[in-house]
């Protein structure tokens, strides 16, 4: 997730389904990116793919077991699809079939994948944009509900389920 740039939202074929030029800078830029993120999800959440593909990533599990689930599906993303940096000077958003699909994506990508899945299979989830400098964003995390509380799934380092990003100075959180 990058400040000041421009972004290209790819569809299912991998074609350029839109270009928002000139993201703003600093949080009304971060905000517009969030946004588009949890539109991308909403949109996808109830795609059959989406969904068998999330249903075969629990299938093993016991029936209910929440928890399980979040950490199967948390799993897959972080370990099954690559990081991999956007092109220099765009902030590419992928949509979470073309992340399926290429199997890489940055942060934003992952974070749409993840998002989606969870959503996919009745699992609330939010996006958590963070900086480690004051009032600059850099990186974006899905938190998912299970009972009271929002549990941190980061997906581009090797930590479990509830791991969130150390050190975050500055927050912005977009629910789905």
């Known amino acids: 997730m990058r400040q000041g740039r421009h972004y290209l939202y790819l569809d299912r074929s991998g074609n350029l389904s839109g270009v928002l030029l000139g993201i703003p800078e600093g949080a009304k830029g971060v905000r517009a990116t ?14 059959l793919k989406i969904r068998e593909t999330a249903a075969d990533l629990v299938q093993h599990l016991p029936q209910k077991a929440w928890g399980a689930q979040i950490r199967a599906l948390h799993a ?9 940096k956007d092109p220099n000077g765009v902030e590419l958003v992928q949509t979470p079939l073309v992340t399926l699909e290429v199997r890489h994506g940055d942060c934003d990508d992952k974070s749409v994948l993840l998002a989606t899945l969870l959503e996919s ?9 963070v900086g480690f400098e004051p009032g600059r964003f850099s990186h974006v ?3 998912t509900k299970l009972g009271a ?5 980061e997906t581009t380092a090797d930590m479990p389920a509830g791991f969130a990003p150390l050190r975050a ?3 912005m959180i977009e629910t789905i």
């Open 149 to 153: 509380r929002w549990h941190a799934l």
């Open 141 to 143: 995390y899905v938190e």
């Open 76 to 84: 897959f993303v972080r370990d099954g699809i690559r990081y991999l």
């Open 34 to 47: 969030l946004r588009l993120m949890a539109a991308l999800a909403r949109r996808y959440r109830s795609d």
């Open 169 to 171: 100075v500055t927050r």
């Open 121 to 129: 299979i009745d699992h609330p989830a939010r996006y958590v944009a």
